[in-house]
């Protein structure tokens, strides 16, 4: 059963509004439009962050010195964020980390939700009778996707640094890197990988793999996990509605910047 | 002399996994230390605390703290006595129904947190399956999505899981009382609810007050139940001061302030072990 083709549409939803107006229609009868994301937990801001990008705005200032989230771009994206909520999703969503989504999707609960390179393996094992496919963040005032960048860390103190340099070279040699991102489904760090056939024919990492291109990842600093909390308890208060999307992330704003020594 | 040698390990073990770390927690919890930002470590002194009584947040989390645990030592209690009166009959089967009771008690915290987070998903929960099946809902409710059934949801489960050490040691308790007693008292013409108030009571004393005790420091320190359930959320309706320090020091890596909450807890529940050891005390002469 084609969802889209059912509620009269031919193609993905394209913009904010499209998508927005497809994920209502999906909701009726015990399904719902939009697997969101909730929970006072880093993976909420995993699930808003490409709308409050998609609006053109940003998690912090570009030299990282001041919180620019509560800015109108940001509160707008809250506010769509909020009316996915309210209109399109589950209310239990706001107990709901990426893993349920996921299972609300391949149960068929809900139509559309938000996935990586990683997530064609579940179908595959979980679903294999699903018809799917994946399309792009709809677009509001730029083409956006979510890059997140993982880091392998070595300590300024280490006693070992050598040794530790040695692995991060061996894991993360040309032959390691493919194994490691088929192993995990994901895109490979190194670009002489990026041309591995198997990579390439596969429809879906190839989408991925294009839409990389507009991805945009979190700004790496040191106070990070704490205004990713920050950011992520403010959603929730906006999606359960004890604030205004202004005031959650107006208070959050003040808390990063008190963080980053404003 | 010799004797000190004889308790050298233990306090050995003792020192290493209690005295160090309590020790370096209250130093930790002068000091800015976030894990990732090493670069701007430096000794605070009471400026932790200074935050913590400042923004007050600190109040709210207490006060949810202190409700989850009453509610749930309450419910503890009573339905231990309920459940060790019924199983102190020898009825046939009461061994049976005696095993039944402890599995909550068997299974692992965490695996019973999220049986009961499955359970009660507004999705895919069997919880509202029944009950729009029987016809009692219409639609699904998710139970920890809003701030006041997520709390009580996450103390009816830490009662549930709680539950069957309070029985077994309330039935414990019950054999010590003599049976003569009762055989007494119903000669004097006692019915059931006076030989309850005036026997069962009295003579459980000890035994309710010690547990009651013990169960709320044990409560007052949960974790598994309430991080695997919720996390803390809805917006903070069940962040105890446990998961409110575990977030801080886990998710932040903030381990100075985290520390400092520590110590904040620390003094809250010295009070509660105070009064214990003065109960005990007093228990003592009974």
């Not at chain 1, 990586?116 to 677009?139: H, R, S």
């Not at chain 1, 979510?146 to 070992?160: K, P, Q, R």
């Not at chain 2, 998903?121 to 069997?126: A, C, M, N, R, V």
């Given at each position: 059963?084609?969802?889209?083709?059912?509620?009269?549409?031919?193609?993905?939803?394209?913009?904010?509004?499209?998508?927005?107006?497809?994920?209502?229609?999906?909701?009726?009868?015990?399904?719902?439009?939009?697997?969101?994301?909730?929970?006072?937990?880093?993976?909420?801001?995993?699930?808003?962050?490409?709308?409050?990008?998609?609006?053109?705005?940003?998690?912090?200032?570009?030299?990282?010195?001041?919180?620019?989230?509560?800015?109108?771009?940001?509160?707008?994206?809250?506010?769509?964020?909020?009316?996915?909520?309210?209109?399109?999703?589950?209310?239990?969503?706001?107990?709901?980390?990426?893993?349920?989504?996921?299972?609300?999707?391949?149960?068929?609960?809900?139509?559309?939700?938000?996935?990586?390179?990683?997530?064609?393996?579940?179908?595959?094992?979980?679903?294999?009778?699903?018809?799917?496919?994946?399309?792009?963040?709809?677009?509001?005032?730029?083409?956006?996707?979510?890059?997140?960048?993982?880091?392998?860390?070595?300590?300024?103190?280490?006693?070992?640094?050598?040794?530790?340099?040695?692995?991060?070279?061996?894991?993360?040699?040309?032959?390691?890197?493919?194994?490691?991102?088929?192993?995990?489904?994901?895109?490979?760090?190194?670009?002489?990988?990026?041309?591995?056939?198997?990579?390439?024919?596969?429809?879906?990492?190839?989408?991925?793999?294009?839409?990389?291109?507009?991805?945009?990842?979190?700004?790496?600093?040191?106070?990070?996990?704490?205004?990713?909390?920050?950011?992520?308890?403010?959603?929730?208060?906006?999606?359960?509605?004890?604030?205004?999307?202004?005031?959650?992330?107006?208070?959050?704003?003040?808390?990063?910047?008190?963080?980053?020594?404003? | 002399?010799?004797?000190?040698?004889?308790?050298?390990?233990?306090?050995?073990?003792?020192?290493?996994?209690?005295?160090?770390?309590?020790?370096?927690?209250?130093?930790?919890?002068?000091?800015?230390?976030?894990?990732?930002?090493?670069?701007?470590?430096?000794?605070?002194?009471?400026?932790?605390?200074?935050?913590?009584?400042?923004?007050?947040?600190?109040?709210?989390?207490?006060?949810?703290?202190?409700?989850?645990?009453?509610?749930?030592?309450?419910?503890?209690?009573?339905?231990?006595?309920?459940?060790?009166?019924?199983?102190?009959?020898?009825?046939?089967?009461?061994?049976?129904?005696?095993?039944?009771?402890?599995?909550?008690?068997?299974?692992?915290?965490?695996?019973?947190?999220?049986?009961?987070?499955?359970?009660?998903?507004?999705?895919?929960?069997?919880?509202?399956?029944?009950?729009?099946?029987?016809?009692?809902?219409?639609?699904?409710?998710?139970?920890?999505?809003?701030?006041?059934?997520?709390?009580?949801?996450?103390?009816?489960?830490?009662?549930?899981?709680?539950?069957?050490?309070?029985?077994?040691?309330?039935?414990?308790?019950?054999?010590?009382?003599?049976?003569?007693?009762?055989?007494?008292?119903?000669?004097?013409?006692?019915?059931?609810?006076?030989?309850?108030?005036?026997?069962?009571?009295?003579?459980?004393?000890?035994?309710?007050?010690?547990?009651?005790?013990?169960?709320?420091?044990?409560?007052?320190n949960s974790f598994n139940i309430i991080y695997t359930m919720t996390g803390g959320?809805?917006?903070?309706?069940?962040?105890?001061?446990?998961?409110?320090?575990?977030?801080?020091?886990?998710?932040?890596?903030?381990?100075?302030?985290?520390?400092?909450?520590?110590?904040?807890?620390?003094?809250?529940?010295?009070?509660?072990?105070?009064?214990?050891?003065?109960?005990?005390?007093?228990?003592?002469?009974?």
């Amino acid at each position: 059963m084609d969802w889209l083709e059912e509620a009269g549409y031919s193609a993905p939803p394209a913009t904010w509004d499209e998508f927005l107006a497809i994920a209502k229609s999906f909701t009726k009868d015990g399904t719902y439009g939009f697997g969101l994301v909730g929970d006072n937990s880093m993976e909420t801001t995993l699930f808003w962050a490409p709308f409050l990008w998609g609006n053109g705005g940003d998690f912090l200032t570009e030299d990282m010195s001041e919180a620019i989230f509560n800015s109108s771009e940001g509160v707008e994206a809250l506010e769509f964020y909020v009316q996915l909520y309210r209109e399109a999703s589950p209310e239990g969503s706001v107990n709901n980390k990426r893993g349920d989504s996921q299972n609300l999707f391949l149960s068929g609960s809900v139509g559309m939700t938000t996935v990586g390179p990683w997530f064609p393996k579940f179908i595959e094992n979980d679903a294999p009778d699903m018809d799917y496919a994946i399309a792009p963040y709809p677009v509001k005032e730029r083409p956006i996707s979510l890059g997140t960048a993982d880091h392998i860390v070595m300590f300024n103190s280490s006693e070992h640094k050598e040794e530790a340099w040695t692995f991060m070279e061996y894991f993360t040699n040309e032959e390691n890197d493919l194994k490691w991102a088929k192993y995990q489904g994901f895109i490979p760090y190194r670009q002489a990988n990026l041309t591995d056939s198997e990579i390439i024919n596969n429809e879906d990492m190839a989408f991925f793999l294009n839409v990389a291109e507009d991805a945009v990842s979190y700004p790496t600093l040191p106070e990070w996990p704490q205004i990713d909390q920050a950011v992520a308890d403010a959603i929730q208060q906006a999606l359960i509605g004890v604030k205004t999307p202004e005031e959650a992330l107006n208070e959050a704003a003040e808390k990063v910047n008190q963080l980053l020594g404003n | 002399m010799t004797g000190v040698f004889f308790i050298l390990p233990a306090l050995l073990v003792l020192f290493i996994v209690v005295f160090y770390p309590l020790a370096w927690t209250f130093w930790l919890s002068l000091q800015q230390k976030i894990l990732i930002a090493p670069h701007r470590d430096q000794f605070l002194g009471l400026g932790h605390f200074q935050t913590i009584f400042s923004s007050g947040e600190i109040w709210d989390f207490l006060v949810i703290t202190l409700i989850f645990t009453i509610s749930s030592v309450l419910l503890k209690i009573i339905f231990g006595m309920i459940g060790a009166l019924l199983l102190h009959q020898s009825y046939p089967g009461t061994k049976v129904y005696w095993s039944l009771f402890t599995i909550p008690w068997l299974i692992p915290s965490v695996v019973a947190a999220l049986i009961w987070r499955w359970m009660l998903h507004e999705q895919f929960g069997i919880v509202n399956q029944v009950l729009i099946s029987v016809g009692v809902l219409e639609t699904p409710i998710p139970w920890l999505s809003r701030e006041l059934l997520a709390l009580v949801a996450v103390i009816l489960v830490d009662a549930w899981v709680g539950l069957p050490f309070m029985i077994i040691v309330c039935l414990a308790g019950l054999k010590t009382i003599p049976e003569q007693w009762y055989e007494a008292s119903r000669v004097d013409g006692a019915n059931a609810f006076q030989q309850f108030v005036y026997i069962t009571l009295p003579g459980m004393k000890a035994i309710l007050l010690v547990m009651g005790t013990l169960s709320f420091i044990g409560t007052f320190n949960s974790f598994n139940i309430i991080y695997t359930m919720t996390g803390g959320g809805p917006v903070n309706a069940t962040n105890t001061l446990v998961i409110h320090i575990y977030r801080t020091a886990f998710t932040e890596y903030n381990f100075g302030m985290a520390s400092a909450l520590a110590v904040v807890t620390f003094i809250f529940i010295s009070f509660f072990v105070l009064y214990y050891r003065r109960l005990l005390d007093k228990e003592g002469e009974f």
